[in-house]
């Protein structure tokens, strides 16, 4: 194993992320201000309860999935496409590196990225909102797989994508949507019926309400789904992974 | 002493078809500049990619120091740097991060004086801190030397190192890779400047459309191929070349001034002692002989037209 190589793109992938630290920290803390503005202040003073808890403190699970996920995806994909776009890539191409360093070095490094951010939300609601974690082993778990498993599908299509276009297209067209419709900022059962059904179809609800009841004890479906849910997903991700690294797809000429 | 690389038939195939190596056998020597010219989609490129592992082999075997590049790629990788033709830099690393970030690809511990010691050696040292894209292209080039030499390699792979460099830069890069020849690297550089592959390289291999014609000492090559010419300066101008020497095929130049016989030097015979005493016979006074000898531009040319025909 190489170590020192997983190190060095660990390193130079944080390298840029602390030479925008400024930027990195500071638009997830404006935009997290401004959702509680507008969701918090505004519709919370309609909606004042959701199942015992404010409708503030509610979405602050949503709002942190939802952020962790778009910025692993963004980071891993960004990530690894930059370095094929400009033709860096040759470098860790010919180093005595293995495909599976490389996505550790990648990956590992979008979801820190990640996993920053989340924190950083995170602690700009407590002080919105009165913040409590009822389980916060479950939340680290449920949390730190999130930003893997996202890294990982980021790093897919950074793989996949021949242009900046694709990379932007599965984030934009699938990913956010998602998202949004994830149950980020509501509770399942607002929803009318018909809804609901087609949301459980949606496997970010999973993530969210399994995540939602590490903080509240309150869920749409059932932790341990939830739990099988990103666990399945990790799993998929990974293997498709494996299978770019046996058949070298999009990597090698 | 074994070949510190060992190509044996490698193949590659694009996808789509194109066939872009036909079996290339080559051993190179520790310590060698090997020169490799061709013309454009000549092979060169994917010759070296494929030894680097940019590219996946179609058929064949590369062994470096006995390590082979598939089964074997970390220790073959470790002992090969790569300055691919095209230059790719990170525009806003600095030149130290990117050449630390080089050696710790390579799983490498950190050594500042050794990288310090490579970037003295391409004069880059007082540009350490610059970002590249604050470089002249010239010195971009030399950061992407400087990258490849980060882990202390013993193969260097130079592809088109003076492409599109004026005359200036070209010397400043020979010295470099004289430089790093004495220090006991063996280089593999490609090239189609001629005059590079004859003042820098030991051998010299052509290749073209997927094979490698020939390797040969660049000395023997020349004196192989060499086709030279004789110039007779003559004491009066003539109008035309004398009917006498019609067989010669001689040529006027200098405005009359003076014949051009062009001669093999691989023949048996010459043919210039026959032609001193016709000169006589004809009755014209020589003022000065001298030789010269076809570059291997010349010779190259001749070469690729030989495999066309
Ligand atoms: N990635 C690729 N896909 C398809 N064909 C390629 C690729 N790279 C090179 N070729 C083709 O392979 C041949 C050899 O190219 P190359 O090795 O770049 O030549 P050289 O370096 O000698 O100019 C050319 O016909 C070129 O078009
Ligand atoms: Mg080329």
């Known amino acids: 194993m190489n170590a020192g190589a997983i190190w060095a793109i660990y390193r130079y992938e944080m390298g840029r992320f602390f030479r925008t630290l400024a930027q990195s920290f500071i638009s997830p803390v404006i935009s997290t201000s401004l959702y509680f503005v507008v969701f918090g202040a505004a519709i919370g003073s309609r909606i004042d309860e959701v199942g015992g808890v404010s409708y503030g403190a509610f979405i602050v699970p949503g709002l942190i999935m939802l952020t962790v996920m778009t910025q692993a995806i963004t980071n891993a994909s960004f990530g690894i496409y930059f370095p094929k776009f400009i033709g860096t890539i040759y470098e860790v191409l010919s180093a005595p590196v293995s495909f599976l360093e490389v996505v550790v070095g990648y990956v590992g490094a979008a979801a820190t990225k990640a996993l920053f951010i989340g924190v950083v939300i995170m602690v700009t609601a407590s002080f919105f909102v009165d913040l409590r974690i009822a389980h916060p082993l479950p939340m680290a778990l449920f949390l730190v797989l999130t930003c893997v498993s996202f890294a990982l599908m980021g790093f897919i299509i950074g793989i996949w994508a021949k242009n900046f276009e694709q990379l932007q297209l599965v984030p934009l067209l699938i990913v956010t949507p998602l998202v949004f419709l994830g149950g980020s900022f509501y509770s399942i059962s607002m929803l009318p019926q018909a809804w609901q059904t087609i949301a459980l179809f949606n496997p970010v609800v999973y993530l969210v309400s399994g995540f939602r009841w590490s903080f509240y004890g309150m869920a749409d479906v059932p932790v341990a789904v939830s739990l099988v849910v990103i666990a399945g997903f990790l799993a998929l991700c990974l293997a498709a992974v494996w299978w770019i690294f046996r058949t070298g797809w999009r990597i090698r000429a | ?309």
Not at chain 2, 53 to 81: K, M, Y
Not at chain 2, 219 to 243: C, N, T, Y
């Open chain 2, 1 to 309: 002493m074994s070949p510190i690389l060992e190509i044996a038939d490698l193949r590659k195939t694009f996808p789509g078809g194109v066939e872009a190596l036909s079996g290339v056998s080559l051993e190179v020597r520790e310590g060698e500049i090997l020169a490799l010219l061709g013309p454009n989609g000549a092979g060169k490129t994917t010759l070296i990619s494929t030894v680097c592992g940019l590219t996946e082999p179609s058929g064949g075997t590369v062994r470096v120091a006995g390590h082979d590049i598939q089964r074997d790629f970390r220790a073959a990788r470790a002992l090969i740097g790569l300055v691919p033709q095209e230059i790719a830099l990170e525009p806003f690393q600095r030149v130290w991060d990117g050449v630390r970030f080089s050696r710790g690809l390579f799983g490498l511990p950190r050594d500042d004086a050794h990288l310090e010691s490579v970037l003295r050696q391409l004069s880059l040292w007082e540009k350490r801190a610059a970002q590249t894209r604050e470089l002249s292209g010239g010195m971009k080039r030399r950061v992407m030397i400087a990258k490849a030499l980060a882990h202390e390699p013993r193969v260097l792979f130079l592809d088109e190192p003076t492409a599109g460099v004026d005359v200036e830069l070209r010397r400043g890069m020979w010295e470099v890779v004289e430089r790093l020849k004495a220090e006991g690297v063996t280089i593999i550089l490609t090239t189609h400047y001629l005059e590079e592959a004859e003042a820098l390289a030991d051998r010299v291999g052509v290749v073209n459309r997927g094979e490698l014609l020939l390797v040969e000492e660049t000395g023997a090559l020349m004196d192989r191929m060499g086709r030279k010419e004789l110039v007779i300066e003559l004491q009066e101008p003539l109008d035309a070349v004398p009917a006498a020497l019609a067989d010669y095929g001689l040529e006027l130049a200098e405005g009359g001034a003076a014949l051009v016989y062009t001669y093999d030097r691989r023949s048996e015979r010459t043919g210039i002692t026959r032609l001193l005493a016709d000169l006589q016979a004809a009755g014209l006074a020589l003022r000065d002989l001298s030789t010269r000898q076809s570059s291997l531009e010349e010779i190259f040319v001749g070469l690729v037209q030989e495999d066309v025909a």
